[in-house]
């Protein structure tokens, strides 16, 4: 079992920038493929990002295509979600996720492990 810790949220401007950090401990990152995930109040949970075991394969919700870069460092057991040119409705608690299955998804209920979530909030 593997557990997960968010770390790097916070309140940012309109324009600016944030990295958030997913940090595992109970067992090598290397085993799973690991998603970023978000949920604004009042709204359904939404896939933002997900990278493949070794990185070479990502994929991106629409919505923060070319703004967010999903990256993450197995020897350091961390993955990351680089956000940048945020707008206020990338307002939400973003979670990383881990799935042990051998293919990479984006569907939440399919992934195994979760954080506890990180808040991200944009003001206008």
């Known amino acids: 079992q593997v557990q997960l810790v968010e770390s790097g949220g916070g309140l940012v401007q309109a324009g600016g920038s944030l990295r958030l950090s997913c940090a595992a401990s109970g067992h090598t990152l290397s085993s799973y493929n690991m998603g970023w995930f978000r949920q604004a109040p009042g709204k359904e949970r939404e896939t933002v990002a997900a990278?493949?075991?070794?990185?070479?394969?990502?994929t991106y919700a629409d919505s923060v295509k070319g703004r967010f870069t999903i990256s993450r460092d197995n020897a350091k057991n961390t993955v990351y979600l680089q956000m940048n040119s945020l707008k206020p409705e990338d307002t939400a608690v973003y979670y990383c996720a881990a799935d042990s299955g051998i293919m990479l998804v984006t569907e939440g209920p399919k992934y195994d492990y979760w954080g506890q979530g990180t808040q991200v909030t944009v003001s206008s």
């Open positions: 990278i493949s075991r070794l990185g070479r394969s990502t």
